[in-house]
């Protein structure tokens, strides 16, 4: 009986592991959408998963089956069709949506304070728990 529970016990997390990995896997590019250059769809992959889907929000427009990422999907192979570089790719998409469609948006003027606010709260936490501390002693 306790090998049986044993099987079980390490069956379940495996299964479930195994389901998570194969799940992430599955992409939302359709057949007709994928380009005939092996060359130019790596690309137009590689750029997808940098973008973020606009109405899901936490999925790269690889990712998601909303309609509006069907649409920038279609519009990034158009730009590399038309020769555009990858920059070229996401300052085009940056400059109409701005840098919120990037899963990585870029350390800026305009964002600095997203990028420095966890280690002010790090450091004033760290801060608090050693005042308190010693205070109490």
């Given at each position: 009986m306790n090998r049986l529970k044993l099987k079980e016990f390490?069956?379940?997390?495996?299964?479930?592991?195994?389901?998570?990995?194969?799940?992430?896997?599955?992409?939302?590019?359709?057949?007709d959408e994928i380009l005939k250059n092996s060359k130019q769809e790596l690309r137009a992959r590689n750029i997808s998963?940098?973008?973020?889907?606009?109405?899901?929000?936490?999925?790269?427009?690889?990712e998601s089956n909303a309609p509006l990422a069907k649409d920038l999907r279609i519009l990034i192979r158009d730009k590399i069709k038309e020769g555009k570089?990858?920059?070229?790719?996401?300052?085009?998409l940056t400059?109409?949506?701005?840098?919120?469609?990037?899963?990585?948006?870029p350390l800026n003027s305009r964002n600095l304070i997203l990028w420095l606010l966890p280690?002010?709260?790090l450091i004033l936490g760290i801060y608090v728990v050693f005042y308190h501390n010693k205070k109490s002693t």
């Open positions: 390490i069956l379940i997390p495996v299964t479930l592991f195994l389901i998570q990995i194969l799940s992430s896997f599955s992409f939302a590019v359709e057949p998963k940098n973008v973020r889907c606009m109405v899901c929000q936490n999925q790269s427009i690889d570089k990858d920059e070229e790719i996401y300052k085009f400059d109409r949506y701005g840098d919120f469609i990037l899963l990585k948006p280690f002010v709260f």
